[in-house]
């Protein structure tokens, strides 16, 4: 084949695997939005995904023989992907509009969702990823010409495509989203697919680069391809087809299995961002591609013989597996987070650095066995694209096995390092079969055989606990923990508090925050008139949704994306959250909280989402202008949509992003203080229709009825409320300028990731302390209090209580920067506009809030 034309081909194969896991991204990502982000959900995604990449491989490669131009098919391949991918976009708009009326049959049987889900998601993902199966298997075949180049030229096509994929993974983390928006990502893609495939027909007919620098081909070119089929050229080969079957279905089984684990194990000390997930998985891919042209190498050695070569490659292959674990905690320090106060461009140099000392000789070694396996075939010369069609088919339905078994069924039951252990035995486990086929006596097939049935003995007996799954500081004590499908989770005692810990590096909350968790719902529940139902998205130790008990509602739902972290707020957090799974009027879900919200079948008073850190992946879409049209339409009539922030989590970019998509979706926002105090504040964003404004009178009954006191003085009451009043963002026009947050356009999920580090660095700061009060400060100046219509029906020593909070957050942010005098000045202008003959008592120390601790 002329270089030009080969070199075209390998370019058009290399753009294919990039499509290809461009899709495969936004796929899994728009699923998770029209599902839930949950891991069955993802989990769900990819089975349907992969199972039609091993369907299309199957038939593909038994077509390919028969076939006058491989070439020009797999041109058609590709055509039919970015036809199929097109449609997508009808079919999301037709789920729209058919599965609330199809969930809603399906009910509350867990079986019919999964089949109602599974269904749908076929529709979209089988059939392009049915005609990406057969894009190898058309290609081995166009390419492989020469007798005895099965292997080397089969190794390298696989790490060609394996290494596209790799640079797909890496735009569709860093940059297509940002720059093109998901849809403009996805039309990309497409466009990919339409210029591969009209360049592969082109190519096959001769009708672009015109092979002017052809030369004489091998000699063995002209030798016939050999038509036997593929289970005799296994067994001319000394492996019956079902081995021929067995091993490529083992090592896809234990390859995803174990990027699974290590998946998990690197949420433990990473940002766990879409950044760092795409460092990871390019990481892994890379490793793979590099596995593949290993196998290149090695299929080029003329001795050892090949069996052997396997044999090793096995035996090596399931001992970085059972080591990593300890390998793992010894280049991470420990668990120790990766790139502690490093600048963004630093943070992912750490990150990547770490990720290609833990995966990249295990991934090698796991990328060796698929491709190395055509080596054995050669001597029988079999068709390519049916060996290759059948090798990838079996393989991929391993993977698909391999990820759910170590999703769902491995790591609740044994942990990361446990089921890292079951993966590794796989490989000897996998040896066995090929020792007792290799052509020496029995006697020494036995010997052979010894220690390989011994080490398999061995990681099964094996159950040392392996390294700890969450750390803990001097001051700690780790009362249980959680190593579940969506995360690992724990509750550790912190001197006389207890909080919740996920992934070792995020807070969900705890008792050393009990006040300002209680007035999540305390603030919005006192300002409605009269709250019958309340919605809470996110629950975490389940203190802030069960303080809604305290007050005569009739319905709670509560969803909690993580089962783990509701097993462990039901079984520790009992005497604090007022009998929340025990009060009938609660209903706890581990759902995700906006698919539940969105089908909902009910109309809430109050919607209260909880804080969220802005970086994690997936979090984002909670901050997006369709989630909140999705929680306006729930809201009941003069509802309340209640969106908390975590300041210390948030840059003035993120805060102004949020408020803006808000600001779009509600006619009135304004905010409200969840506390006073100086540093590490949150605050909510509260979204009503046009005309609801604040209820003194409902403040003043609730307080009674809370405190059980019907003589307390109206003005008390008031004034202990509306200084938490921070102003009206709406009115103020204070973010108008600043980006709005979609679905489509991701802005938090992809800015957050990088304000975080700047601020590690000490290039940004959070939004607390004195820019706080200058916020504060701002949204009084363009709407006072007295011209706020949110703040109507007060009379006008009330407005007074407004200007009060904001006087005593000053007095806290001048203490703490030590400047007394000026905090005393603060303090005498709160008492004075206040009801209070003296301060409220010192704000409680955030120490169990929910947070993010980047060292210990």
């Not at 491989?70 to 997508?88: I, R």
């Not at 989770?489 to 050393?512: D, K, M, P, S």
């Not at 339409?633 to 948030?650: I, K, M, N, T």
Request: aromatic share 8%; with cysteine.
């Amino acid at each position: 084949m002329p270089r030009l034309v080969l070199a075209a081909t390998a370019g058009l194969f290399l753009l294919s695997g990039f499509a290809a896991l461009v899709y495969q991204v936004l796929w899994v990502r728009e699923l998770g939005l029209l599902f839930g982000n949950t891991a069955q959900a993802a989990a769900l995604a990819i089975a349907i995904f992969f199972a039609g990449l091993a369907a299309g491989g199957w038939f593909w490669g038994r077509l390919a023989p028969q076939v006058r131009s491989p070439l020009k098919v797999f041109g058609l391949l590709e055509l039919g992907v970015a036809a199929t991918a097109v449609g997508h976009f009808v079919l999301i708009d037709l789920y729209h509009i058919i599965y609330p009326a199809l969930n809603a049959a399906a009910g509350d049987a867990a079986w019919a969702t999964t089949a109602l889900r599974a269904s749908l998601g076929a529709i979209v993902l089988f059939p392009p990823a049915f005609l990406m199966g057969g894009t190898l298997p058309m290609m081995g075949q166009h390419l492989v010409r020469i007798t005895g180049r099965l292997a080397t030229t089969g190794t390298a096509v696989y790490a060609l495509n394996t290494f596209g994929s790799a640079l797909g993974a890496l735009a569709a983390g860093f940059v297509l989203p940002p720059l093109l928006g998901f849809s403009g990502a996805y039309l990309l893609a497409i466009g990919i697919d339409l210029f591969v495939g009209l360049a592969a027909i082109g190519l096959a007919m001769g009708l672009v680069l015109a092979p002017t620098d052809a030369r004489p081909q091998d000699a063995a070119a002209d030798q016939p391809r050999n038509t036997r089929s593929t289970a005799s050229a296994a067994t001319s080969a000394g492996l019956p087809a079902r081995l021929v079957a067995l091993v490529p279905f083992v090592s896809g089984a234990a390859t995803l299995g174990v990027e699974v684990l290590w998946t998990r194990l690197f949420a433990q000390v990473l940002q766990n961002s879409v950044y760092t997930y795409a460092v990871v998985l390019v990481a892994f891919l890379l490793a793979l591609s590099l596995g593949s042209l290993t196998a290149n190498a090695l299929a080029r050695l003329r001795a050892p013989a090949p069996r052997q070569v396997l044999l090793l490659v096995l035996a090596a292959s399931g001992a970085v597996i059972a080591a990593s674990p300890w390998a793992f905690h010894a280049v991470t320090g420990g668990l120790a987070y990766v790139g502690a106060g490093a600048s963004w461009l630093e943070y992912l140099g750490a990150v990547s650095v770490v990720a290609l000392l833990v995966m990249v000789l295990p991934g090698i070694l796991l990328g060796i066995t698929l491709p190395y396996l055509l080596r054995l075939m050669e001597a029988a010369r079999p068709e390519p694209g049916e060996i290759l069609g059948r090798l990838v088919a079996a393989n991929t339905a391993g993977a698909i096995i391999g990820s759910l078994a170590a999703g769902f069924l491995l790591l609740p039951w044994l942990g990361v390092s446990g089921s890292l252990l079951v993966l590794a035995t796989l490989y000897p486990a996998l040896m066995l079969p090929l020792i007792l086929r290799e052509p020496i006596p029995w006697p020494h097939r036995v010997i052979y055989a010894t220690p390989v049935v011994a080490a398999v003995a061995g990681l099964i007996a094996f159950r040392a606990a392996g390294p700890a799954a969450t750390t803990l500081s001097a001051d700690e004590r780790l009362l249980e923990v959680i190593e579940g499908t969506h995360a690992t989770a724990a509750v550790i005692e912190r001197g006389e508090h207890r909080l919740i810990r996920v992934n070792n590096f995020y807070t969900l909350g705890g008792t050393g925050a009990l006040e300002s968790e209680r007035n999540q719902t305390l603030i919005p529940m006192m300002t409605h008139p009269e709250p019958r139902s309340v919605f809470y998205l996110g629950m975490g130790t389940g203190i802030t949704a069960g303080t809604s008990l305290l007050f005569p509602v009739e319905r709670v739902d509560v969803c909690e994306l993580l089962p783990e972290v509701v097993e462990l707020a039901e079984r520790h957090f009992a005497p604090w959250n007022q009998g929340l799974f025990d009060d009938e009027r609660a209903t706890v879900r581990a759902e995700d909280g906006h698919h539940c919200l969105r089908h909902a079948d009910t109309e809430y008073d109050l919607i209260i989402s909880d804080l969220f850190t802005p970086w994690k992946a997936g979090t984002g879409n909670l901050y997006t202008r369709e989630h909140y049209e999705t929680g306006r339409a729930r809201l009941a009539e003069d509802g309340l949509f209640v969106q908390w922030l975590p300041l210390y989590q948030l840059t003035e970019k993120e805060l102004g992003t949020i408020a803006r998509t808000m600001d779009a979706v509600f006619p009135q926002v304004v905010m409200w203080r969840g506390d006073l105090f100086a540093d590490g504040s949150i605050i909510a964003l509260v979204g009503t229709e046009s005309g609801v404004t604040v209820d003194p009178d409902a403040l003043v009954a609730h307080g009674r009825s809370l405190a059980d006191n019907p003589a307390l003085p109206e003005d008390l009451l008031q004034a202990v409320n509306l200084r938490f009043y921070a102003g009206n963002v709406s009115l103020s026009g204070l973010f108008d300028e600043a980006p709005l947050n979609t679905h489509d356009r991701p802005v938090v999920e992809y800015q957050a990731p990088r304000s975080q580090r700047l601020v590690q660095a000490g290039e940004e700061t959070w939004m607390t302390g004195s820019r706080l009060g200058f916020l504060y400060q701002n949204l009084a100046e363009q709407v006072p209090p007295a011209e706020d219509p949110y703040l109507a029906p007060l009379k006008d020593d009330a407005h007074g209580y407004v200007d009060a909070g904001r006087h005593y957050y000053f007095y806290n942010v001048l203490r703490m920067n030590e400047r007394h005098d000026l905090a005393s000045a603060q303090l005498r202008q709160f008492l004075a506009l206040t009801p209070f003959d003296q301060p409220p008592g010192d704000p409680e120390a955030p120490t169990t809030r929910s947070s993010w601790e980047e060292g210990r």
